[in-house]
């Protein structure tokens, strides 16, 4: 059985073209999803909660984002979350978590 420790899935679509950089022979693109709960409140107003996710993905699959993800397009990603802190120039401690995709579906679309 698949692990399931620290697992993700997520179904949302992409906020922006993913950004594709390459390090030597690998690629690494890098974009955001959003992911949409809707839901009636207690007075029966339905209300859409949207969260945001910084996906992250490696090698043959970040050369396939790049050639078919688009803003807007639907996918769905498998991976694991990863939290990493990093200091600014001006020596600000930030903090981020993001998703580094193991698995990648193209969902809708053309």
Known sequence: MK???NSVQLIGNL??????REFGNSKKASFSIATTDTYKNAKGEKIK????????IWGRLAGIAEK????GQSVAVEGKLV???YET???????ITEINVNDL?????K
């Open 3 to 5: 692990s399931l420790r």
């Open 105 to 109: 579906v193209l969902l809708g679309g």
């Open 89 to 95: 120039s001006s020596g600000e401690k930030k903090y």
């Open 49 to 56: 909660d949207t969260q945001w996710h910084n996906v992250v």
């Open 83 to 85: 939290h990493r802190m």
């Open 68 to 71: 078919y993800l688009k803003k």
């Open 15 to 20: 906020g922006k073209d993913p950004d594709v």
